[in-house]
């Protein structure tokens, strides 16, 4: 996978709804493939393609799946570009909600943040619910303000629940680059 911000092009992950399948529909097939391959112990994905169309990069415990990453640009292949990410965006917090109940928001203004939001801070995360799926969470992750990209992580459920937290977490790499993990 080439690192979305190398390339200098907008990108979408399942090739931006070409076809007949639309942005909502995508959302729900990525969570779909998320709680099937990463979320049960021993069964992650072969190589760094989670579905069609969409990466899986292995970060140690963590898993990510970039949903969309946006050049700053303005005009109507900009608006048209975001409007489709957002879409997608939707599309995983509904399937994730239909599937677990309201998600919860990870509290990215601690004063003593653990590694993971220490990581996801360091990468300009300004938003990320989570979801509980068996002892994993889905993290739904936006960066950038205006948004310029977002991700889905798939991590151990101590890395943001209040009621259950692990007490060691160790550095994290959040990056999207390939060789980084």
């Given at each position: 996978?080439s690192?979305?911000?190398?390339?200098?092009?907008?990108?979408?992950?399942?090739?931006?709804?070409i076809?007949?399948?639309g942005?909502?529909?995508?959302?729900a097939?990525?969570?779909?493939?998320?709680?099937?391959?990463?979320?049960?112990?021993?069964?992650p994905?072969v190589?760094d393609?989670?579905?069609?169309?969409?990466?899986?990069l292995?970060?140690?415990?963590?898993?990510?799946?970039?949903?969309?990453?946006?050049?700053?640009?303005?005009?109507?292949?900009?608006?048209?570009?975001r409007r489709?990410?957002?879409?997608?965006?939707?599309?995983?917090?509904?399937?994730?909600?239909?599937?677990?109940?309201?998600?919860l928001?990870v509290?990215?203004?601690?004063?003593?943040p653990n590694?993971y939001?220490?990581?996801?801070?360091?990468?300009?995360?300004?938003?990320a619910?989570?979801?509980?799926?068996?002892?994993?969470?889905?993290?739904?992750?936006?960066q950038?303000?205006?948004?310029?990209?977002?991700?889905?992580?798939?991590?151990?459920?101590?890395w943001?629940?209040?009621v259950s937290?692990?007490?060691?977490?160790?550095?994290?790499?959040?990056?999207w680059?390939?060789?980084?993990?």
């Amino acid at each position: 996978m080439s690192t979305p911000g190398v390339t200098g092009a907008d990108w979408l992950a399942g090739g931006a709804g070409i076809g007949h399948e639309g942005m909502l529909a995508i959302g729900a097939r990525i969570v779909t493939a998320a709680e099937t391959l990463l979320v049960p112990p021993a069964a992650p994905p072969v190589g760094d393609v989670l579905c069609d169309g969409v990466p899986v990069l292995s970060r140690g415990e963590a898993w990510i799946v970039p949903l969309a990453w946006r050049r700053p640009t303005l005009g109507p292949a900009g608006d048209e570009h975001r409007r489709r990410a957002g879409e997608l965006w939707r599309g995983i917090r509904v399937d994730c909600e239909f599937r677990h109940g309201n998600g919860l928001s990870v509290d990215l203004e601690s004063a003593s943040p653990n590694a993971y939001v220490a990581a996801l801070l360091a990468q300009g995360a300004r938003r990320a619910d989570w979801w509980g799926s068996d002892r994993k969470a889905l993290v739904l992750v936006t960066q950038g303000e205006p948004v310029t990209a977002s991700a889905l992580h798939v991590v151990p459920l101590g890395w943001v629940s209040q009621v259950s937290p692990s007490r060691r977490i160790r550095a994290v790499d959040l990056s999207w680059e390939p060789a980084s993990g």
